[in-house]
């Protein structure tokens, strides 16, 4: 890549459908990330060997952008649904005044005396939970903003 492009002769970087663009470039750059999201979405968009530089026109610009923007959204998607199948938590590595804790502030009735009873009625307790993702999400983002914790105040909730 050259230091500095002549702007008055600078055009787009990439081969479309294999065909050199000759649109003039623009400040756009096509990224490592770019390159990634055009070939998992199968564009027929490539960088041509033949220029110094990776700048993009404007067209390319907008296109490549779509490209990254829907290509980033869909695999957040699929990561956090695969992420949520296998999600578990180790109450194991809690200590016992803490499970004891738990169990009294969501008052569960089990019969639980030993670590291993305890951290199996816990764990099925936790597991049975409905969570709602942005209002907790909002909800800590509030109390880190705010520097309270609502749990602190005996008039909420």
């Avoid at 199948?85 to 005396?113: C, G, I, P, W």
């Avoid at 099925?124 to 705010?146: G, N, R």
């Amino acid at each position: 890549m050259a230091a500095t492009v002549d702007w008055s002769k600078a055009t787009c970087c990439l081969l479309d459908n294999g065909k050199r663009c000759q649109r003039p470039a623009s400040s756009a750059t096509f990224s490592k990330r770019a390159k990634r999201a055009v070939s998992a979405k199968k564009l027929s968009m490539a960088a041509s060997d033949s220029v110094d530089h990776n700048y993009l026109c404007q067209t390319h610009k907008e296109r490549v952008a779509a490209a990254v923007s829907s290509f980033t959204k869909s695999d957040r998607r699929k990561k956090r649904d695969e992420d949520a199948e296998d999600y578990e938590v180790n109450f194991n590595q809690l200590h016992m005044n803490t499970l004891k804790r738990y169990k009294k502030h969501y008052k569960l009735n089990k019969d639980a005396s030993s670590k291993p009873d305890l951290v199996e009625a816990i764990s099925t307790h936790f597991a049975q939970q409905d969570v709602i993702e942005m209002d907790t999400i909002l909800l800590f983002t509030h109390m880190i903003k705010s520097n309270t914790n609502r749990f602190d105040k005996a008039d909420m909730d």
